[in-house]
């Protein structure tokens, strides 16, 4: 497989002089914000409308809904949605809101039909979206079954996700928004012969970006994560690209120590990394040894202090793992039940405790150090989509 971007051996010995060093990879210059950027409604709504409204970002794996007729509804920045796979194999994704009176047309969060009927006049329409039945049409009157089909969002399924655009006048290209670079990173992963095994939602008190920051902070794993991540992971040591809205990472495991002071030669270091992209505009791909965790992040409909954030745990399927059923369940349970420990008795009181801490009336203006790398290509990136600059 040709590898894109910097070899992996080489960020890997990039980061190993880092280590002996007390150095890491550095931005160009330390960044100051505001505290309003995470709890003003006017700079949300703008977020909602010129961030999530205008380019791609990843709603689920397509494993999630691998047969036609298989559907999962979310409740998105700016829409309520049906997510829904088509007798051709294609997805599409439709406002969830019946055309005749606006009553919301289905209310599981997911399932498999035929097609989707709303509940208040029982008007029926395909999976597609196109109006299949107006009740009792001979005495409702003339209507324009045309223009009463369910709207439909930019959609398009590429390296195993599912990407949207959440307005239905905007035009999706996912190759486009990712860049030659990152495309081409992830299609050499392989994620679409991949499944989603597990996943968790949250919804939190904490303005979204907030959330995301935390899981491109390689800064404070010594700090926060003592007992925990830290044990494993080195703090403030990463080998970094930048690939405009997007990047990749690579932090460093406590089991390559043996090389500080030795030489590896030419031996693969791979098993000692974590390697993390962040995918612009908000979601978190961690590559782990044997699966992947996608870690997504959505604004709140009207509160600016508060998210939603969902966790996947992408893993090959029962037959390509080698393991038993059983050996399998308990595998990801597990992890997963790790993860969401971490989660709660960790992360979301520092966050939440910061979300509060931005309310205060004489809160002072921040900053994002030189070593805060991806994170100051994530807010680079939503400053540039918010105002263009």
């Not at 909602?48 to 999630?64: K, L, M, N, Y």
């Not at 196109?130 to 049409?137: G, S």
């Not at 390296?159 to 290209?173: C, L, N, Q, S």
């Not at 928004?177 to 968790?200: C, F, Q, Y």
Request: proline fraction near 5%; glycine fraction near 6%; hydrophobic fraction near 35%.
């Amino acid at each position: 497989m040709t590898e894109v971007g910097i070899p992996t051996e080489e960020r890997i010995r990039r980061a190993l002089d880092h280590l002996r060093n007390d150095t890491t990879d550095e931005f160009e210059h330390i960044t100051w914000f505001e505290p309003r950027e995470f709890i003003d409604p006017d700079v949300a709504k703008l977020e909602r409308d010129r961030v999530f409204g205008t380019v791609p970002s990843i709603v689920a794996h397509g494993s999630e809904i691998p047969k036609a007729g298989d559907f999962i509804t979310l409740e998105l920045p700016r829409n309520n949605v049906i997510v829904v796979r088509q007798r051709d194999g294609s997805v599409k994704t439709l406002v969830n809101q019946c055309r005749h009176r606006g009553a919301m047309v289905e209310k599981e969060e997911k399932g498999r039909c035929r097609l989707f009927s709303c509940p208040y006049h029982r008007w029926s329409y395909d999976t597609d979206g196109t109006l299949r039945t107006i009740t009792r049409d001979n005495t409702f009157g003339e209507a324009d079954r045309e223009e009463r089909n369910l709207i439909q969002l930019p959609t398009e399924e590429r390296h195993g996700f599912i990407w949207m655009i959440d307005d239905a006048d905007a035009t999706i290209d996912v190759a486009d928004w990712l860049g030659p670079e990152m495309d081409a990173i992830l299609a050499s992963h392989n994620l679409d012969t991949l499944v989603t095994t597990r996943t968790k939602v949250f919804d939190e008190p904490v303005n979204w970006k907030l959330m995301q920051d935390a899981f491109l902070d390689g800064y404070h794993i010594q700090y926060a994560h003592p007992n925990t991540a830290a044990k494993h992971i080195h703090t403030n040591v990463m080998s970094f690209e930048d690939f405009g809205h997007h990047c990749r990472f690579m932090n460093l495991r406590k089991t390559i120590d043996r090389w500080i002071e030795e030489d590896p030669g030419d031996r693969s270091l791979a098993e000692h990394t974590t390697e993390t992209h962040f995918l612009g505009p908000n979601s978190t791909l961690l590559r782990q040894p044997d699966h992947y965790q996608l870690l997504t992040f959505r604004p709140d409909r009207t509160d600016p202090g508060r998210c939603h954030m969902e966790i996947r745990l992408i893993c090959p399927t029962v037959e390509n793992s080698g393991m038993t059923e059983e050996s399998y369940n308990r595998r990801w349970d597990k992890n997963i039940e790790i993860l969401i420990a971490v989660l709660h008795n960790e992360d979301f009181p520092i966050l939440r405790d910061s979300q509060r801490a931005m309310a205060s009336a004489n809160a002072g203006n921040m900053l994002l150090g030189r070593n805060e790398v991806a994170n100051q290509v994530f807010r680079r990136s939503i400053q540039q989509l918010v105002h263009g600059n």
